[in-house]
């Protein structure tokens, strides 16, 4: 089975420019979380939704930064205009909502990593 | 102060030696709590879950301690493929799943 999908892999960009990052979920899945990694502060959760709807935007850093998730099986975070500082890998993931058995395994996506010059 | 803290480590131990992790949380609401473990340059993946009881999967335990806020990973017989960064994992009611920065973990022949 494909696992969570994302793209790019690796992006260079230049400050000012927009960025789109992707994600495909794993089927049937109906979270979604959107985070952010460096050295410095770790793995941040930006943004999740459930069944396409955001629940907790708290992460986003500002205004620069947009999600959506249009339909269950494709969601983008937009960075316009990107800045140095968002230099990153930006990981996407995808969970059932695991029933009574509480929350469900966490699957990621093998990230993508944004340089900013 | 974050939601999730763990001592960012490294830890350098050698073959077999036994290496214990820390991790404590701040919002109380807090229901299911996890370990990942993510190797370098790779996307974190999931460890083992954790339980008030505690749990032990082969060479790896778990612990809880909801009074404390406080979680453990415990791992006995170190190998050198458990060198990798393992990160600690609170979830809240709504799903909200934050990470700790990670405690980075080096075992040398």
């Known amino acids: 089975d494909a696992g969570v999908i994302q793209s790019p892999r690796h992006e260079v960009t230049e400050m000012g420019q927009e960025v789109t990052l992707r994600c495909k979920p794993i089927s049937g899945h109906d979270y979604l979380f959107w985070y952010r990694q460096t050295m410095m502060r770790g793995l941040e959760l930006l943004i999740y939704?459930?069944?396409?709807?955001?629940?907790?935007d708290s992460g986003m850093p500002e205004d620069r930064f947009s999600a959506k998730m249009p339909n269950a099986s494709f969601s983008t975070l937009k960075i316009q205009p990107s800045e140095p500082r968002d230099s990153a890998v930006y990981f996407c993931?995808?969970?059932?909502?695991?029933?009574?058995?509480?929350?469900?395994?966490?699957?990621f996506g093998e990230g993508s990593r944004l340089t900013v010059l | 102060r974050k939601e999730v803290e763990q001592d960012p480590g490294p830890f350098n131990v050698p073959e077999g030696a036994t290496v214990a992790f820390n991790c404590t949380y701040s919002n109380s609401a807090s229901q299911s709590f996890f370990w990942y473990r993510q190797d370098c340059r790779k996307e974190p993946k999931l460890l083992m879950s954790v339980y008030s009881s505690g749990n032990e999967d082969g060479r790896f335990t778990a612990q809880l301690n909801r009074a404390s806020q406080y979680i453990s990973l415990l791992i006995r017989d170190s190998k050198l493929s458990d060198s990798a960064t393992y990160l600690c994992v609170a979830v809240t009611g709504g799903f909200k799943t934050i990470f700790g920065a990670g405690t980075r973990l080096f075992v040398k022949a």
């Open positions: 993931a995808s969970k059932t909502s695991g029933g009574a058995g509480g929350p469900g395994e966490l699957f």
């Open positions: 939704f459930n069944n396409n709807v955001p629940i907790d």
